[in-house]
């Protein structure tokens, strides 16, 4: 499934949400490593989970036919973006890869994620070994930085699922995150 986005300007945004904005710039401003910015950047973003306050009631509502991508933020210089993602029963991304470091945070509902990674198999050639199953509860973040990033999301509860995610990269230029998708390792059910 692909992620519909609501618009390609970011959108009003709250007063919670600036404030987000403000602590990861100043982490980003920072220009420490990407595995470093994520691991700080998921740090700021635990304060803020599940509070009502952070999203307009637009910036949650969900599409029946995929996911929902809500771009709040992308920094003018490119340097990064924070999006919230709705995601109806059921929905899930494809096995996919980023462009940048990533941070995601479940703000309400349950998300699970299977991890994969790319085994080398002879000269050139690699195969994707799912590696682990993680449920994400509210409250939960992760944060990483390519490579070692490829994963699969679904929203694993009955209800709606919304997750905070912050890009090292300008999502209203790209359109997304995702770097690569991946097809289904043989034999698996996506």
């Known amino acids: 499934m692909t992620a519909t986005t609501t618009a390609r300007t970011a959108a009003r945004i709250t007063p919670l949400a600036e404030a987000l904005v403000a602590r990861t710039r100043a982490v980003v401003s920072r220009g420490l490593t990407p595995a470093v910015t994520a691991e700080l950047v998921a740090e700021q973003l635990r304060g803020f989970l599940g509070d009502p306050e952070l999203l307009t009631p637009d910036q949650q509502l969900g599409d029946p036919d995929c996911y929902r991508q809500h771009v ?5 210089d490119g340097s ?8 109806l029963p059921g929905q899930q991304t494809a096995i996919h890869d980023h462009v940048s470091w990533c941070v995601a945070g479940v ?5 699970s994620e299977r991890r994969y990674q790319l085994v080398p198999e002879g000269i050139g050639a690699a195969r994707l070994v799912a590696t682990e199953d993680v449920v994400n509860p509210l409250g939960s973040v992760a944060g990483f930085a390519p490579p070692g990033d ?3 999301v679904r929203n694993s509860c009955s209800g709606t699922a919304i997750s905070i995610h ?5 999502v209203l230029r790209l359109g997304s995150s995702v770097r690569r998708v991946y097809a289904c390792p043989e034999g698996e059910q996506a």
């Open 72 to 76: 709040l933020h992308a920094e003018a």
């Open 80 to 87: 990064f973006s924070v999006v919230a993602l709705v995601w």
């Open 107 to 111: 703000h309400q509902g349950q998300e």
């Open 150 to 152: 490829i994963h699969l």
């Open 166 to 170: 912050l890009y090292g990269a300008d």
